[in-house]
């Protein structure tokens, strides 16, 4: 009995170990499992890992940005996929809160794992046409308005308006660009104040007047009478001693420009008209192309003041209309006049005309006139007839520059401009189609422009 007793312990013992195994099986799968799981769960993304991401996104958005640019411009795009551009902002803000769906397996296609090769190549927003220049003429200037947020946080507020005025062309005359520029810096001189351990002849040139001249140069290109005047201000400028007050000194300049622009634009002004109201006799008949203030100034000169009876035939540019205006202005102080809205009627009405009166924008040094579009038409027409051209022009307009085409020296119009064609806004007129030059210092050939220019470097 004793024997039994003692042996049956150990045949149990086995059926326990037997239970227990079974028991702890499912424990040991289950632990299994949940390792399995956490090893496919992906660890967090760090700090350093999610700035490469957003280093990577910026890259991207701005390789798309060129991408864009150079579609525009009509350059081959070469169109990049997602993988290639790296991941998106959806695609890292989801690291962030959904790293653990992501798994081990993360790939180049993106960090939400999924296969990017199917959505091809990424959709490039159409963009407006863009105004491409031949590269022959990519030398030549265009206006622009240019928005105000853009320009030099220096730029002073007077300037900024008249830099907008510039480029939508309500200003456009040369001379009128150049009272408003100078009345301007006189605005900006005036709110100046050198800065400590600055003198007002070193600082304001550099730090106060070039941010000016860069910004309207961006609205619109200088004409030559501005850069000439600019010239002017600068000597000016470097000629102040710096021991004169700042008061003294800037009062000294405001008076130079009012007196700059008594000479050189009002009396200059003055006596061109008198002098080419001379030239107008009675019974003449006066062709004139478009509008400009100082013919218009000379013609009621003639009319009002020496009580000269003559008729005025205008020939308009057909994209302007501006000889619109003149006509009535005319008209309206009992001066017959003809109007003529494009050059149809030129090669009829020059015929009996007595002679041509014209402004220029410009005189080079070689005897060439720098005027608008069309005006050298009407000066090679008069010519082959022995009709007389008489050019107004102040001598702040004379540049010692030389043109003997209409290609050197030019603007394209902006709004008349496209892909296929453009228009000039200026030509530029041989000295042998041109009869007298009248200015302020004297009335001479074409080819004794320099001989002006000399008498403007004695009396300076």
């Not at 990049?80 to 790293?99: C, D, I, N, R």
């Not at 730090?207 to 140069?217: A, F």
């Not at 961006?218 to 470097?238: D, E, H, T, Y």
């Not at 192309?289 to 009876?309: G, M, N, P, T, Y």
């Amino acid at each position: 009995m004793s024997t039994a007793q003692n042996g049956s312990p150990p045949e149990v013992a086995p059926q326990q170990a037997a239970k227990t195994e079974n028991t702890q099986a499912p424990t040991n799968d289950e632990t299994t499992k949940a390792d399995t799981t956490e090893t496919s769960k992906p660890a967090k993304p760090s700090g350093a890992e999610l700035k490469a991401k957003a280093k990577a996104e910026k890259a991207a958005r701005r390789a798309q940005a060129k991408a864009s640019k150079e579609v525009a411009k009509g350059e081959a795009a070469v169109s990049s996929t997602p993988g290639q551009l790296g991941p998106s902002a959806g695609e890292v803000k989801g690291s962030k809160t959904k790293g653990k769906q992501d798994g081990s397996a993360t790939t180049a296609s993106g960090a939400a794992g999924r296969p990017v090769a199917s959505k091809g190549p990424l959709p490039v927003a159409p963009s407006e046409p863009k105004l491409t220049i031949p590269e022959c003429f990519s030398h030549l200037s265009m206006a622009k308005r240019m928005p105000i947020t853009q320009a030099d946080k220096d730029v002073h507020p007077s300037v900024l308006a008249l830099g907008q005025q510039m480029a939508t062309f309500t200003i456009d005359e040369s001379i009128t660009r150049l009272k408003a520029t100078l009345l301007a810096f006189k605005k900006v001189i005036d709110s100046y104040t050198t800065p400590p351990g600055n003198t007002l002849a070193r600082h304001l040139t550099p730090h106060v007047l070039n941010p000016q001249i860069d910004y309207l140069t961006a609205c619109r290109p200088m004409c030559f009478s501005m850069g000439n005047a600019i010239r002017w201000l600068k000597l000016q400028v470097s000629k102040i001693d710096p021991d004169v007050p700042e008061s003294d000194a800037k009062k000294q300049l405001c008076s130079s420009i009012d007196t700059f622009i008594q000479e050189r634009i009002s009396m200059a002004d003055l006596v061109i008209t008198e002098k080419a109201a001379e030239r107008i006799q009675d019974g003449d008949v006066v062709l004139t192309f478009s509008r400009s203030s100082i013919v218009e100034h000379a013609l009621l000169q003639a009319r009002l003041i020496d009580q000269k009876k003559f008729s005025v035939v205008v020939i308009d540019d057909p994209y302007e209309r501006k000889g619109q205006t003149l006509a009535k202005n005319l008209a309206a102080e009992g001066i017959r006049v003809t109007y003529c809205g494009d050059f149809g009627g030129l090669a009829y009405n020059i015929q009996g005309a007595t002679n041509v009166l014209v402004s220029a924008e410009s005189m080079f040094n070689n005897g060439s006139m720098y005027g608008a579009s069309g005006t050298c038409d009407i000066a090679i027409a008069a010519k082959q007839l022995g009709v007389s051209v008489i050019v107004l022009c102040e001598t702040i307009n004379i540049t010692e520059r030389v043109a003997t085409d209409s290609l050197t020296y030019n603007e394209i119009d902006p709004e008349r401009s496209s892909g296929e064609a453009f228009r000039l806004l200026y030509d530029t007129t041989p000295d042998k189609y041109l009869s007298l030059i009248i200015s302020e210092l004297g009335t001479v050939q074409p080819t004794s422009v320099p001989d002006l220019l000399r008498k403007l470097e004695e009396s300076n």
